[in-house]
């Protein structure tokens, strides 16, 4: 997907997002990720990114509100070096994503949330121990990625809160997969990531 058509989804959602009422909270949001690619060969939550942006929400009932962020996230893997094996890898992906998501609020400031990630990725880079691999001996990947997305948050003070989740990709990243994949008996990389991150709620 070009970036016009990722604007196109942008302007539908934020449309979308407007019909669901006229009072609208939000604010900031900062934190990392540690992400996989499922797919790549290599295993673990090795690589950290940043991820950063605004957040917007709105109740639709006394339990349940409709969040939209725009933010940042830097998603890959990384493959960690030890004595006995010196070969490196690292997969850099830069994106930027769209969470729409519906959260469950308790009454012990403990919320639940589910939903899609709607991303762009802007950038990306795979290096090992010699430098960035040029682009003819790399995957093309997508630039749109469609992802699933649960997470469980808790409010630690009046404007704060403290936010983790996880996130799957639900389509390849990748346009031709070229290595066979096991998990689910599907071909092709998915990111594989968790997040920790701290929402910071402006105005009143």
Do not use: C, W
């Not at 090992?128 to 469980?152: A, H, M, Q, R």
Request: no cysteine; hydrophobic share 35%.
């Amino acid at each position: 997907m070009k970036l016009q058509a990722f604007v196109f989804v942008l302007l539908f959602l934020s449309g979308t997002f407007s019909l669901f009422g006229q009072h609208f909270k939000g604010g900031l949001l900062l934190g990392f990720n540690a992400s996989q690619v499922d797919g790549d060969t290599y295993s673990g939550y090795d690589k950290f990114g940043l991820m950063g942006g605004v957040y917007v929400y709105t109740p639709i009932s006394s339990m349940f509100d409709v969040q939209m962020e725009i933010k940042y996230m830097g998603k890959g893997a990384r493959k960690p070096t030890n004595s006995e094996d010196l070969t490196q890898y690292k997969s850099n992906f830069n994106y930027l994503e769209i969470p729409v998501l519906l959260r469950l609020n308790t009454q012990k400031k403990i919320g639940l949330e589910g939903g899609l990630g709607f991303g762009y990725l802007f950038s990306y880079s795979i290096s090992d121990e010699y430098g960035v691999l040029p682009s003819s001996s790399i995957p093309k990947f997508k630039t749109f990625e469609l992802s699933s997305i649960v997470g469980i948050s808790y409010q630690f003070a009046p404007r704060f809160l403290v936010n983790m989740r996880y996130s799957y990709s639900i389509l390849s990243i990748v346009e031709k997969p070229e290595i066979a994949y096991s998990y689910f008996r599907r071909s092709g990389e998915y990111n594989n990531l968790f997040s920790l991150g701290i929402y910071y709620t402006v105005g009143k």
